[in-house]
């Protein structure tokens, strides 16, 4: 029996319209039902996931900033938490600003920047957040950085990447959450990191954990779950080390993982 399931947002529970469908809200009301504790496993702010998560009526810790922050959206209180140092947040900024990149930043889950432009505005209604731009890195205010992401071309930032990670060290972890976004958080600040914690938190052992996914930023939790499950949309590299792979974010997929996992009813899998 799997007693918890880690699900990503963006392109995994969530539709391209960014909702979540009636027949997929049914599968989670009837999966919390039976006690499965059901959490989101995102790359977006806590501001952010909690707002989504509130609408479809989740109600357990919420695993944001790609794991760098689970926090329980009932009381506020944080449970696991893993920062960028200022100084190696610094050397990023340095980094981009040399190369003429778009950098934003979070501290004490408000969203930063350097420059308003169109990729900022994009991110910022994708997210539904609000956010602050400054002048420059000097400008912000005092706080560890809870991630740090720039937006770009997908080969620009690939090309990008192994740069980024010898800069930021082997304390921190790189990767994308989106072809276009690159990000810098702690290396222990990963999805997977978080659902292992989330799992010890509550007594469950991993083999009766479920991580559903689509992105780069979901490898770690698909690896460290007794189920790892990516989308019918994933990358292809998501594909290759899941043990399952469901319908598209568009297709009711994270109902299906629960209805044939969860709920026995694999013969409406295709219903």
């Not at 806590?46 to 790609?66: E, F, H, M, W």
């Not at 960028?84 to 969203?111: K, M, N, S």
């Not at 019918?232 to 974010?249: F, G, M, Q, R």
């Amino acid at each position: 029996m799997y007693r918890l399931v880690a699900m990503d947002l963006d392109d995994t529970l969530l539709t391209d319209e960014l909702t979540v469908t009636e027949a997929t809200l049914r599968a989670l009301e009837e999966a919390a039902a039976l006690g499965v504790r059901l959490t989101v496993a995102t790359g977006r702010s806590y501001r952010s996931a909690k707002r989504i998560a509130g609408r479809i009526g989740l109600n357990v810790p919420l695993i944001t900033y790609q794991g760098s922050l689970v926090k329980d959206p009932r009381d506020g209180t944080v449970l696991y938490e893993r920062f960028v140092p200022r100084e190696t947040a610094r050397r990023v900024y340095d980094f981009c600003a040399a190369r003429g990149l778009h950098l934003q930043t979070y501290i004490d889950d408000w969203l930063y920047a350097f420059e308003e432009n169109d990729k900022l505005k994009a991110y910022a209604a994708l997210s539904d957040i609000p956010y602050t731009v400054v002048p420059g890195f000097k400008d912000l205010p005092e706080g560890n950085h809870t991630k740090l992401i720039i937006i770009g071309e997908p080969e620009e930032l690939d090309r990008l990447a192994p740069e980024l990670r010898q800069l930021a060290g082997p304390e921190m972890h790189v990767t994308k959450s989106k072809a276009t976004f690159l990000e810098v958080l702690h290396r222990e600040g990963t999805k997977g990191d978080a659902l292992q914690f989330l799992a010890a938190y509550y007594g469950i052992p991993m083999e009766e954990t479920v991580a559903i996914g689509d992105a780069w930023n979901d490898w770690e939790m698909i690896q460290a779950a007794g189920l790892g499950v990516a989308m019918a949309n994933a990358v292809p590299a998501l594909k290759e080390i899941a043990d399952y792979v469901t319908l598209s974010n568009n297709e009711d997929g994270v109902r299906h993982v629960l209805e044939k996992f969860i709920l026995g009813r694999e013969s409406r899998i295709r219903a």
